[in-house]
């Protein structure tokens, strides 16, 4: 259920992960990055590029034996919640829902953000060209416009890209893959778009 605050905007409500019979304090070994694994929770972490941006963090840090059990996968944290909301990947359980167009979230940073596509905020605004965006990951990816960073390289021609995006389209192009299938047809692509412009073409 979804309420609004005094200002008009819509609110964010959502359920408990209270469990009385499970442990809810965080032990004291925990490691001090623990409560920021995997939560679903970072408004930060949740832009459509979020694996982009925690990509060198998830590849090169050891697994750490938590204290809660996913059901479904290895993954594990001493922080229930943590699990509770990581769960919901595997069983699609969206309990965060708008109140304004009704259309349901996994985690409530997610209907955050999704909020903002109503009221028209933008908090996040690039310092050099004033340009401002609803999420805070997009802005990161976006001032590599500006610096010209360019952190993805090809392994085979090493041609560098700003966005990992861009580096898996690219290296399509070595091994021939083609991952979007007309499902009229049955014509291959190597790009979305391409699979979109092709069903407008032909199909529609």
Known sequence: MAFTDMSGVPAIAGPSNY???????TPSHVPADA???DDGDSESDSSSPRGELVESQTTTRPRYEGMYHCEFC??????????????RRHTGE???????????????????????THTGEKPFCCE??????VRHG??????RVHTGEKPYQCGTCEKEFSHKSNLLCHERTHSGERPYKCEVCGKMF???HHLSRHRKK???
């Open 19 to 25: 469990h009385p019979d499970k442990q809810q304090s």
């Open 35 to 37: 409560a920021f694994r």
């Open 74 to 87: 290895p993954y594990s944290s001493d922080i229930l919640s943590h699990v509770t909301r990581h769960e």
């Open 94 to 116: 969206k309990p965060f829902r708008c109140s304004v167009c009704e259309r349901a979230f996994a985690f409530s940073c997610d209907l955050r953000v999704h909020v903002r």
């Open 128 to 133: 050099v060209c004033q340009k401002a965006f």
């Open 138 to 143: 997009v802005l990161v990816l976006h001032k």
């Open 190 to 192: 190597k790009q979305g």
């Open 202 to 204: 032909m199909h529609e």
